[in-house]
């Protein structure tokens, strides 16, 4: 069972939420990580917004070939509403329990959301490395927060995400003419790191394949297709 450190209660209002975000926002260190990762986990989740059912799973690769080394998932109830921004609240509780399930400590964790590119600057990635006490970052479909200009369309290049004056991401093209994806480091990891895993995770897909596994795992889950204990 990976280790966590706890950071503070989750039984708390939106109010109090935003408050703990405003705090524990100070203890995030974007840095390059000191050391090669040679796995990686693939986090997300799976709600209806409106329903106290969550559904989370991971999945843990090896980066050499990204073949799957373990999955775990995890269904469980939230009693936190459906905040935009407050999102993580929801979310990491049912993770945190997912985690406690591997026997394989991941290197880096990968997050289908934003770390920095929040508009408090800890997005589900960033507010869960603190918990994992690991590298973490996120790889979000769409944007939370920050202005880019459009990447040349073939893949690998980038734009800066700015908001704010800050850069908080990076609009990231995984595909040659397919829709960029959007990058932030989480905890214990740089933009640069980031981008560069997030493009090592290739399996021909838009969406790297930590997240996209880790997409389908929760699917399966909640469609009943794959047992949880």
């Known amino acids: 069972m990976p280790p966590t450190t706890p950071v503070h209660p989750w039984d708390v209002t939106p109010e109090e939420a935003i408050a703990i975000q405003q705090q ?76 406690e399930k591997l026997t394989t400590i991941p290197d880096v964790v990968m997050f289908d959301g934003h770390g920095t590119a929040h508009p408090r600057r800890i997005g589900i990635a960033s507010h869960a490395g603190l918990w994992l006490n690991r590298p973490t970052f996120g790889c979000g479909k769409s944007v939370l927060v920050g202005r880019y200009h459009d990447p040349a369309p073939e893949r690998g290049d980038w734009s800066p995400m700015m908001h704010k004056g800050e850069v908080v991401g990076a609009a990231l093209r995984t595909k040659n003419n397919v829709n960029p994806v959007y990058v932030s480091p989480g905890h214990l990891i740089d933009l640069e790191t980031a981008i560069q895993l997030t493009l090592q995770c290739d ?5 790297p394949e930590p997240t996209r596994r ?14 949880v204990s």
């Open 24 to 99: 524990v926002r100070q203890q995030i260190r974007i840095e390059p990580m000191p050391h090669p990762a040679e796995t990686i986990a693939g986090a997300d989740i799976s709600f209806n917004k409106f329903e106290s059912t969550v559904y989370a799973g991971i999945v843990v690769l090896r980066l050499s070939d990204l073949a799957v080394i373990e999955e775990v998932g995890v269904v469980s109830e939230t009693d936190f509403p459906y905040v935009p921004g407050l999102l993580s609240f929801r979310e990491i509780p049912s993770l945190l329990k997912a985690w």
């Open 203 to 207: 399996g021909g897909y838009r969406i």
């Open 214 to 227: 880790a997409h389908l795992l929760v699917n399966a889950i909640r469609r009943g297709e794959h047992p």
